[in-house]
């Protein structure tokens, strides 16, 4: 999956956030935080060639069904790309 804008994760004080970067930074006014799954997610984007990949990494971490995972990940998948952060 490709991450069209710049964004670093950091972690502060025990949250996780996005903090937009560059250009970005003058379009995105704000942080963007995301969950501990979310962060987990985010470091996999640059690798992951499908949904189906990040649903079989979350799985092989986390004691979660499959259903929850697929429709997690939908949910946060389609709330990047809603802000424009992924395509």
Do not use: C, H
């Not at 970067?21 to 979310?38: A, R």
């Not at 997610?41 to 092989?60: C, G, M, R, T, V």
């Amino acid at each position: 999956m490709q991450i069209k804008k710049e964004f670093v994760l950091r972690e502060i004080a025990g949250d996780f956030v996005l903090v937009p970067v560059g250009k970005t930074g003058n379009e995105f006014k704000g942080l963007f935080p995301i969950s501990e799954t979310g962060a987990f997610i985010w470091n996999l984007l640059p690798e992951a060639d499908s949904q189906d990949y990040i649903i079989e990494k979350l799985l092989s971490e986390y004691e979660v069904d499959r259903e929850t995972v697929s429709a997690d990940v939908s949910e946060f998948l389609s709330n990047l790309r809603e802000y424009g952060i992924i395509d």
